[in-house]
């Protein structure tokens, strides 16, 4: 069974930094990516950064060169760093992992960690 368990949101000043991490209690094979999202009130979720079982990571164009993401493959987990943070870095943020493999297409979700940013 699939669990994703978050931690490390919370609250921080304007340029401050926060670490969130992602232990996914599932199986390790057939990954076929990690990432994380962020759903601000009134708007869609939206990706925040990704990273591949082959080890690539994409980012939002809105936290390119703030945030860091990285995963421990023994241990199953990713991280994000998170960077000279802004008011707008304001959300829940979602840890996402994504299957293919003979079981199909399925991604599970984690049940998301506040992160807030004071001015």
């Known amino acids: 069974q699939v669990q994703l368990v978050e931690s490390g949101g919370g609250l921080v000043q304007a340029g401050g930094s926060l670490r969130l991490s992602c232990a996914n209690s599932?199986?390790?094979?057939?990954?076929?990516?990690m990432g994380w999202y962020r759903q601000a009130p009134g708007k869609q979720r939206e990706l925040v950064a990704q990273i591949t079982n082959g080890g690539s990571s994409n980012y939002a164009d809105f936290v390119k060169g703030r945030f860091i993401i990285s995963r421990d493959i023994a241990t199953n987990t990713i991280l994000l760093q998170m960077n000279s943070l802004k008011p707008e870095d304001t959300a829940v943020y979602y840890c996402?992992?994504?299957?293919?493999?003979?079981?199909?297409?399925?991604?599970?979700w984690g049940q998301g960690t506040q992160v807030t940013v004071s001015p």
């Open positions: 599932g199986r390790r094979f057939g990954i076929s990516s």
């Open positions: 996402n992992v994504l299957y293919i493999d003979r079981y199909g297409r399925n991604d599970y």
